[in-house]
């Protein structure tokens, strides 16, 4: 008897310690909820055509995007536009959250589910705010870890937690807030395909030139420069890649020209000309490790409107490109030629 009495304390022992884990977590209890199935932001849903403004903190970082004449921007970049996609995607996802199950109460838990106030240069989550045009709050969520086909079906789960709430949740539904400020910008910026380009010039800080074009579109490219004696070419296409510089042309980020000042000497050059009278001219300029470039266009003919096009969306900018692309655009004749093989 004493030996059944000491497993039923046992297991009423463990019982009670499966309970206080369960509660603490927020796991059902079996008593019903009613948010339970219901819309996490129930109003959103309608006010979408009046979201005028969207925050995120998460740590120290800060983004917000503004709806401005033109669509979304972000303000951080000076304005420039928002990935239109993303942001769609963004407030679509919070006005489609459903509660499914509570979840912790006990703010030491909070970090578990990433949920704990933001802000903070430690936190994990998320403080997503929705507001309108004259600052009124629509919806707040502070966002914490997503969970791909937590619900199955296809179906994302994403811990939440709403400011001033305690009470944490598991929603249906899923939230794309990763990366930082540069991954909210529109980076498309325009495309002049390689096979319109007649002529590329570049110039380096130091004044050396590398001049590259052809007569026809269907000709190949060649080198005006002469190439020194015992040195060959990298490859037959080798001048291809950098005279099609301006194909399907994406930034990495973005400043308004005012951010510092751009030298007018000491910096690097390419003029890039189309068979149809646009020309490109780029100004390359180094701070830290990063190349700015400045971009104005001119064209003639039908080469006119594309022209004013790319100066309305380029001026009062400074862009930075991939590594691989600020490259191109500072070709010197060393970049071509076949390096020396080692002996």
Same mark, same amino acid.
């Given at each position: 008897?004493?030996?059944?009495?000491?497993?039923?304390?046992?297991?009423?022992? =463990?019982?009670?310690?499966?309970?206080?884990?369960?509660?603490?977590?927020? &796991?059902?209890?079996?008593?019903?909820?009613?948010?339970?199935?219901?819309?996490?932001?129930?109003?959103?849903?309608?006010?979408?055509?009046?979201?005028?403004?969207?925050?995120?903190?998460? #740590?120290?970082?800060?983004?917000?995007?503004?709806?401005?004449?033109?669509?979304?921007?972000? +303000?951080?970049?000076?304005?420039?536009?928002?990935?239109?996609?993303?942001?769609?995607?963004?407030?679509?996802?919070?006005? +489609?959250?459903? %509660?499914?199950?509570?979840?912790?109460?006990?703010?030491?838990?909070?970090?578990?589910?990433?949920?704990?106030?933001? &802000?903070?240069?430690?936190?994990?989550?998320?403080?997503?705010?929705?507001?309108?045009?004259?600052?009124?709050?629509?919806?707040?969520?502070?966002?914490?870890?997503? @969970? %791909?086909?937590?619900?199955?079906?296809?179906?994302?789960?994403?811990?939440?937690?709403?400011?001033?709430?305690?009470?944490?949740?598991? !929603?249906?539904?899923?939230?794309?807030?990763?990366?930082?400020?540069?991954?909210?910008?529109? @980076?498309?910026?325009?495309?002049?395909?390689?096979?319109?380009?007649?002529? $590329?010039?570049?110039?380096?800080?130091?004044?050396?030139?590398?001049?590259?074009?052809?007569?026809?579109?269907?000709?190949? /490219?060649?080198?005006?420069?002469?190439?020194?004696? &015992? @040195?060959?070419? @990298?490859? !037959?296409?080798?001048?291809?890649?950098?005279?099609?510089?301006?194909?399907?042309?994406?930034?990495?980020?973005?400043?308004?020209?005012?951010? /510092? !000042?751009?030298?007018? *000497?000491?910096?690097?050059?390419?003029? /890039?000309?189309?068979?149809?009278?646009?020309?490109? *001219?780029?100004?390359? =300029?180094?701070?830290?490790?990063?190349?700015?470039?400045?971009?104005?266009?001119?064209?003639?003919?039908?080469?006119?409107?594309?022209?004013? =096009?790319?100066?309305?969306? *380029?001026? #009062?900018?400074?862009? $930075? /490109?991939? &590594? %691989?692309?600020?490259?191109?655009?500072?070709? *010197?004749?060393?970049?071509?030629?076949?390096? !020396?093989?080692?002996?």
């Amino acid at each position: 008897m004493r030996q059944r009495s000491f497993f039923v304390l046992l297991t009423a022992a =463990a019982a009670a310690v499966i309970l206080a884990v369960v509660s603490s977590l927020g &796991g059902s209890s079996g008593q019903s909820n009613p948010l339970i199935g219901t819309l996490v932001l129930p109003d959103l849903g309608r006010q979408l055509q009046t979201i005028d403004r969207v925050t995120m903190v998460h #740590g120290a970082q800060k983004l917000t995007l503004k709806r401005g004449t033109g669509g979304w921007q972000v +303000e951080e970049k000076g304005d420039w536009p928002a990935n239109p996609q993303r942001v769609r995607r963004l407030l679509l996802g919070l006005a +489609e959250l459903r %509660y499914v199950e509570p979840k912790t109460r006990e703010r030491r838990l909070y970090p578990r589910l990433a949920v704990e106030d933001a &802000g903070k240069p430690d936190s994990k989550s998320t403080l997503v705010t929705v507001a309108d045009g004259k600052g009124k709050l629509l919806g707040e969520i502070i966002a914490g870890k997503s @969970k %791909y086909d937590e619900l199955g079906g296809g179906n994302d789960g994403l811990y939440f937690r709403k400011p001033g709430d305690v009470q944490s949740w598991l !929603a249906r539904g899923s939230l794309d807030l990763t990366g930082g400020t540069t991954d909210w910008l529109d @980076k498309t910026l325009f495309d002049v395909p390689a096979a319109t380009i007649k002529d $590329a010039e570049f110039t380096t800080a130091s004044g050396t030139r590398v001049d590259i074009l052809r007569d026809a579109p269907a000709d190949k /490219f060649r080198l005006a420069n002469a190439v020194p004696k &015992g @040195k060959k070419l @990298k490859s !037959a296409d080798a001048l291809d890649e950098p005279a099609g510089a301006l194909a399907s042309l994406e930034l990495v980020d973005v400043q308004p020209a005012t951010a /510092f !000042a751009f030298p007018e *000497t000491g910096i690097a050059h390419a003029r /890039f000309a189309t068979f149809d009278g646009l020309t490109l *001219t780029l100004d390359i =300029a180094e701070q830290g490790k990063t190349s700015w470039v400045r971009i104005s266009a001119t064209g003639t003919g039908a080469a006119a409107a594309p022209a004013h =096009a790319i100066n309305a969306k *380029t001026r #009062g900018w400074l862009f $930075a /490109f991939p &590594g %691989y692309k600020a490259d191109l655009f500072k070709t *010197t004749l060393a970049s071509l030629i076949e390096p !020396a093989k080692s002996s």
